[in-house]
């Protein structure tokens, strides 16, 4: 047999039709990259180049997924919390008649107010939810956006009435008048409200919530059934979505249960990306749920970093202060201009619940003011088993009363100690006030003798953060003629 020679290669001519090709456009065959090396041998990529680039867009996106989706996952968990607790969507309400503790797990619970709470699954059809006289609170969809307010705030102007919610696309014949309508674009809504307390009488404010409030489908207005109002305080249930791989099964509970328009396309398709699409199982092979369970992880600990050390130098309520505020920039829909302000609404849903526009329209004397620290005046992160003291200089400017709350770092919710309010407000009898008006509240794990009517109980071996409130600003709030002093260590 004769053996071919090998083929000459043979010199070609630059084609005659050929452009200026900028060096910026195109891909080098080697691209050193934080995932790797990544070949295109000839522009194409090598299969382990292939893989790398599909990794890290499913890491990606399930990241972007947490970040977006954990609002969905708030109410989601909020409403199964209340299921738990025997209040179950269209069946049941909870109120907390003595008000709630460390026991219940709340993102950033008040434990001042009385609060009340239903959740709503309009899938069963129209419902309403009969609001009693002067409360106040919003009603928002499954993705925790504002519905509409109930109560002072809402239509009712303060004196109760009955809210018709309509699910979406509903052709069916409604009642001409009767109701305040709403229609939604989701199916679950979380109605909550505070009641007002008179006088420190909460037993009257509860009194006035169980003789009015009640839920019932539109088909049974004509006679309405009894609606199961369940006492909240000193249960032990969860309303905190998850920060591991359940979380996207429990975003997969959501989707299951919303029209296929709940949020906008694409949002819809970040979630089917990554295999959570509407009428569908969520079944990720082992190579997927391994990136899920990492990218979740991930997420965790941007939105962790994101609240407690932002970067955003607007969540800083004052320049030569460690308090700041979680709601950034003033509008209820995260709204910068046409842009939307992506770690305030990550900052806000992943440390607090609940949005309305009543939240941007605070006026001296009205409404609620936050100010939040995790650190003490040297910007160290406040320690469970050391002893702080902060001064709220006098006279303090709030027209109702103050409060001091403490929460767990890890669960964002009510530091469990021994103390029941895990606070401390100018309600209490025994607060004792400066001279100038003002207070000087401790904190520590141990009371501090001859102080222990102005002390606020933590756990060694926790972080915490705290938030104050005052409960009908005045204007030295508002000008910041007035400030909060800074947590530092007691002698």
């Known amino acids: 047999m004769v053996a071919l020679a090998p083929a000459l290669a043979v010199a070609q001519s630059p084609p005659r039709y050929a452009p200026d090709v900028p060096a910026k456009i195109t891909t080098p065959e080697t691209v050193e990259t934080r995932i790797g090396t990544l070949r295109f041998p000839k522009g194409v990529p090598d299969a382990a180049t292939a893989q790398k680039a599909f990794d890290q867009l499913d890491f990606g996106r399930g990241i972007d997924a947490f970040l977006k989706g954990m609002s969905a996952t708030s109410v989601h968990a909020l409403c199964r919390g209340m299921a738990e607790a025997g209040a179950p969507a269209n069946k049941?309400?909870?109120?907390?008649?003595?008000?709630?503790?460390?026991?219940s797990l709340f993102l950033t619970a008040n434990t001042t107010t009385v609060y009340a709470m239903l959740c709503l699954d309009l899938a069963a059809g129209p419902m309403v939810v009969r609001i009693p006289p002067r409360v106040l609170g919003p009603v928002d969809d499954a993705?925790?956006?504002?519905?509409?307010?109930?109560?002072?705030?809402?239509?009712?102007?303060?004196?109760?009435?009955?809210?018709?919610?309509?699910?979406?696309?509903?052709?069916?014949?409604?009642?001409?008048?009767?109701?305040?309508?709403?229609?939604?674009r989701?199916?679950?809504?979380?109605?909550?409200?505070?009641?007002?307390?008179?006088?420190?009488?909460?037993?009257?404010?509860?009194?006035?919530?169980?003789?009015?409030?009640?839920?019932?489908?539109?088909?049974?207005?004509?006679?309405?059934?009894?609606?199961?109002?369940?006492?909240?305080?000193?249960?032990?249930?969860?309303?905190?979505?998850?920060?591991?791989?359940?979380?996207?099964?429990?975003?997969?509970?959501?989707?299951?249960?919303?029209?296929?328009?709940?949020?906008?396309?694409?949002?819809?398709?970040?979630?089917?990306?990554?295999?959570?699409?509407?009428?569908?199982?969520?079944?990720?092979?082992?190579?997927?749920?391994?990136?899920?369970?990492d990218a979740v992880a991930v997420g965790n600990a941007i939105a962790r970093t994101n609240l407690?050390?932002?970067?955003?130098?607007?969540?800083?309520?004052?320049?030569?202060?460690?308090?700041?505020?979680?709601?950034?920039?003033?509008?209820?829909?995260?709204?910068?201009?046409?842009?939307?302000?992506?770690?305030?609404?990550?900052?806000?849903?992943?440390?607090?619940?609940?949005?309305?526009?009543?939240?941007?329209?605070?006026?001296?004397?009205?409404?609620?003011?936050?100010?939040?620290?995790?650190?003490?005046?040297?910007?160290?992160?406040?320690?469970?088993?050391?002893?702080?003291?902060?001064?709220?200089?006098?006279?303090?400017?709030?027209?109702?009363?103050?409060s001091f709350t403490v929460y767990d770092n890890?669960?964002?919710?009510?530091?469990?100690?021994?103390?029941?309010?895990?606070?401390?407000?100018?309600t209490l009898p025994d607060v004792k006030p400066n001279p100038d008006g003002g207070v000087t509240i401790r904190f520590g794990p141990n009371a501090p003798a001859g102080k222990e009517a102005n002390w606020v109980q933590t756990t060694a071996g926790t972080g915490y953060n705290i938030i104050l409130r005052l409960y009908g600003p005045r204007e030295p709030w508002f000008d910041q003629t007035w400030r909060p002093g800074d947590m530092t260590l007691a002698p």
């Open 143 to 184: 993705d925790f956006r504002w519905v509409t307010d109930v109560g002072l705030t809402g239509p009712d102007g303060g004196k109760g009435g009955d809210y018709l919610f309509v699910p979406p696309g509903y052709t069916g014949s409604l009642p001409a008048d009767g109701f305040h309508v709403a229609k939604p």
């Open 92 to 103: 049941g309400i909870g109120i907390a008649e003595s008000l709630l503790d460390a026991r």
């Open 410 to 426: 890890v669960t964002r919710s009510l530091l469990p100690t021994d103390q029941k309010l895990a606070g401390i407000d100018s």
């Open 186 to 293: 989701t199916n679950r809504l979380l109605v909550f409200y505070r009641a007002f307390v008179e006088k420190g009488d909460i037993a009257a404010a509860v009194a006035g919530v169980r003789a009015k409030a009640a839920v019932f489908a539109l088909s049974e207005a004509a006679n309405p059934p009894a609606t199961p109002i369940v006492n909240l305080s000193g249960r032990k249930f969860n309303t905190i979505s998850a920060n591991d791989f359940s979380f996207y099964e429990e975003l997969n509970d959501v989707v299951q249960n919303e029209p296929a328009d709940w949020v906008e396309p694409d949002e819809v398709g970040l979630y089917t990306a990554i295999g959570i699409r509407k009428g569908q199982p969520f079944a990720p092979d082992a190579r997927m749920k391994a990136i899920l369970t």
């Open 308 to 402: 407690f050390a932002s970067r955003d130098p607007e969540t800083r309520i004052y320049a030569d202060r460690q308090w700041f505020t979680a709601f950034v920039g003033g509008s209820y829909r995260f709204l910068d201009g046409a842009a939307r302000r992506l770690d305030a609404r990550m900052m806000f849903f992943y440390y607090a619940t609940g949005i309305t526009p009543a939240m941007t329209e605070a006026r001296p004397g009205t409404g609620s003011a936050y100010a939040i620290t995790v650190r003490d005046a040297a910007g160290d992160y406040l320690d469970g088993g050391r002893t702080y003291r902060v001064t709220l200089p006098g006279p303090i400017p709030a027209k109702d009363f103050w």
